[in-house]
């Protein structure tokens, strides 16, 4: 059995897929906030009294929170039930929910900034962007951009087609590998706002 969830948006979402990689589980929930809360109950539900071989965990971009949350589970049960864990491109994710060879992928990041790749025919085909939605804009030339930072991106450089939309594990193996085996460690692709406060 391979595990899949991931928690860098809005959406809580994890899957379940057997041994010839068909999903036989999911579940998506556009929550906003209580990742912490709702995922493992989620999990749980989905598995009964399997557990998994294999644990694919979203890795970022996204909620510096959500990430760590889905990080520090992956860890736990990677540990519990002796599996492999492997992270995955949570913007390769989102690109993987639509339909067209080459997608762009924005989601709203912090300080009126968007996190944005572009994926053509599930291969990453440029580096992750972190940057103001006219400097992104320029970054991409794929006529669809999904996700959260869809609209700002596409007004910003006036033409294409944005659809919000979110992260679903069901698509999770249709990653390519490169996507789906990277180290288990957040991708944050900016410094976090917090800063540790300099002694007096």
Request: glycine share 10%.
């Given at each position: 059995?391979?595990?899949a969830f991931?928690?860098?948006s ?6 379940l897929f057997?041994g010839?990689?068909?999903?036989i ?11 912490s809360e709702?995922l493992v109950?989620m999990?749980a539900?989905m598995?009964?009294?399997r557990?998994?071989?294999r644990?694919?965990v ?5 909620s510096?929170?959500?990430i ?5 589970a992956?860890?736990g049960l ?6 492999e864990?492997q992270?995955?491109s ?6 993987a ?10 989601i709203?990041?912090g300080?009126g ?6 994926f053509d025919a599930g291969e990453?085909s ?9 400097a ?8 669809v ?6 609209r700002?991106l596409?007004?910003?450089?006036g033409w ?5 939309a ?11 590998a ?9 991708v ?5 706002d917090?800063?540790a406060?300099?002694?007096?």
């Amino acid at each position: 059995m391979i595990l899949a969830f991931d928690t860098s948006s809005a959406a809580c979402t994890a899957a379940l897929f057997d041994g010839s990689g068909e999903c036989i589980a999911s579940r998506d929930e556009i929550i906003g906030r209580g990742h912490s809360e709702r995922l493992v109950p989620m999990i749980a539900e989905m598995l009964g009294e399997r557990t998994a071989d294999r644990i694919i965990v979203g890795i970022g971009p996204g909620s510096f929170t959500g990430i760590r949350v889905a990080i520090a589970a992956a860890n736990g049960l990677a540990i519990g039930w002796n599996a492999e864990l492997q992270g995955m491109s949570s913007l390769a994710l989102l690109a993987a929910g639509a339909e067209e060879r080459k997608v762009a992928a924005a989601i709203i990041g912090g300080h009126g900034e968007l996190f944005v790749q572009q994926f053509d025919a599930g291969e990453a085909s440029n580096e992750l962007v972190n940057a103001t939605p006219a400097a992104a804009a320029a970054a991409t030339e794929a006529q669809v951009v999904i996700g959260s930072g869809a609209r700002q991106l596409v007004d910003a450089r006036g033409w294409g087609e944005a659809r919000e939309a979110w992260p679903s594990t069901a698509n999770a193996l249709k990653l390519r590998a490169p996507l789906r085996s990277l180290p288990a460690k957040p991708v944050y692709a900016r410094a976090p706002d917090a800063r540790a406060r300099e002694a007096a």
